[in-house]
C-alpha cells in the first residue's frame, strides 16, 4: 500500500492527514510536540477563530503571484470549508459579527484540534507523537525521512506542514530539505502579526488606553491598511490594527532602510468631519471636542502634538492650528523602533515561493513527491483566521494529491 508521511500535525498537517488517509493510502502523522496543535489551541484566546465570516483575497500579502494565490485560495471555498467543519467533523461554527469570525459553538479550540485528530484516526491515519524530525531526502524513487533517536522512515510521498517560527524556541525542522532539496523548503521566515515598539515616552505614558483606529504602514515597496482595535502597551502598541499592517514595518527593518511610516486616523472622521466637530460651540474648549471622540487622555497627547493649547475655546482656535489638528487626528503619525519578533508572532510570512508549487496540488515543481502546505508556503492573510483558510485549503489539497498520486 502507499504510504504517505505527513510532517506536521498542526492545522495544515492535520488536514493534510485526513485526506490523504480517506484518499486510501497508508498515512503517518509525524508530530514533534506530545500532543500537536498548539497553534490552534491558542488562537482567538483559546476559541480558535476557525475561519473568517467573509473572505477578501486581497487581504492576503504574498511576494508570489497574487493570481497563483487567488486559484489555491479558491480550490476550498469558505463555505464548503464551513460545510466539513459542521457536518464532517462535528463542529457546529458560530458567527461573531463584530469580529468578523467564525468560533466553534462551545468557544473552545481544544474541540477543534481534538475533532481533526479524531477524524484523522477514523480515516486510518497512524499519528506518532513526541517524533522530532531531523531531515527528509529522496530515496530509492520515494523518500526517507529521518528522526532523532529512532529508526528512519520511508514513504511514497511526504508533506512538509511543519508551519512557521513563531519563537526562538520553535524552530522549523525541515533538515535535509535545506541542503538537498534546493529552495523546497528554503525561503526565510518573516515574522508577521506581532506588536510593534515604540520609545515615544508620551505614547508609553498611555499604555492601557485602547481605540478603533486606521493604520496605514507603507515603504517604497509595500502598503497596508487596517480598521480595528488598537492598544498601547509599556512598550508600543498591539491590537489587530497593528498586527494586521506590522509585516510591512518588519520588512522595512529587515531589509535595513527602515523607511517604513506608519499614519493613523485616530477616529471614524475625516478632514471634513473635524472640521465640523471643531466649530466655534459656545464655551467648548479644544480638549472638550476631543474628547467626544476618544480616551481623554488620547485627546491631551493628540493636542500636544500638534502644538495646541487644550484650554482653548474652539472660538479661539486659529485656521493654522485647526489645520494642525485635523492633520494629526486623521494622518498623524505614529512613531515606531522596532517590533517585537517572533516571541509575540501570531503567524510568520516568507517561505516557499508559490511558483515552485502545483497551484492544485500543492506539490514541488521541482522536486516530485515533495508536498508542501501551510505557513511554508509564501502567503499569509490578516489575523481573524484568514491563515486557518490558508492552512486548510492548502492541506486539504496536498493530502488528496499526495494520496491520488501515489
Known sequence: MTHIVVIGAGAAGSMATIF??????????????????????????GRCNVLPLTVDESRFVTDSSANTLRKIVRSWPLDAQVR?????????????????????ASHKARDVRDALLARARRDGAEIRFDTLVTGFAPHGGGWRVTI??????????????????????????????????????????LSRAHPL??????????????????????????????????LFTHHGYSGPAALNVSHVVARSRLEGDRSARVTVQWTALGDAEWEVALRPHGARTVVGALRQEMPERLAQVLITAAHVDPTR??????????????????????????????????????????????PRTMESRRHPGLYVCGEVLDAFGPIGGYNFLWA???????????????
Open 392 to 406: 486548510w485549503a492548502t492541506g486539504r489539497a496536498a493530502g488528496m494529491a499526495a494520496s491520488a498520486s501515489a
Open 197 to 230: 515598539t515604540s520609545n515615544d515616552a508620551a505614547f508609553a505614558a498611555l499604555s492601557g488606553v485602547s481605540l478603533t483606529v486606521t493604520l496605514t504602514a507603507r515603504d517604497a515597496m509595500r502598503q497596508a491598511s487596517w480598521r480595528g482595535g488598537f
Open 313 to 358: 475655546t474652539l472660538a479661539e482656535l486659529r485656521r493654522e492650528e485647526r489645520l494642525r489638528l485635523v492633520e494629526t487626528l486623521v494622518r498623524g503619525t505614529l512613531p515606531w523602533s522596532g517590533d517585537e519578533g517572533y516571541k509575540k508572532a501570531e503567524v510568520t510570512g516568507g517561505g516557499l515561493d508559490l511558483a515552485e508549487v502545483n
Open 84 to 104: 466539513f467543519f459542521e457536518d464532517e467533523l462535528g463542529v457546529p461554527l458560530v458567527e461573531e459579527v463584530e469580529s468578523l469570525k467564525r468560533f466553534p
Open 20 to 45: 490523504a488517509a480517506r484518499g486510501g493510502a497508508r498515512t503517518t502523522l509525524l508530530e514533534r510536540t506530545r500532543d500537536g496543535g498548539r497553534k490552534i489551541l491558542i488562537s482567538g484566546g
Open 148 to 189: 532523532d533517536s529512532a529508526a528512519p522512515v520511508d514513504a511514497d510521498a511526504i508533506i512538509v506542514a511543519t508551519g512557521g517560527r513563531r519563537s526562538p524556541h520553535r524552530e522549523r525542522r525541515v533538515g535535509a530539505a535545506r541542503t538537498r532539496c534546493a529552495r523546497s523548503c528554503d525561503a526565510p521566515d
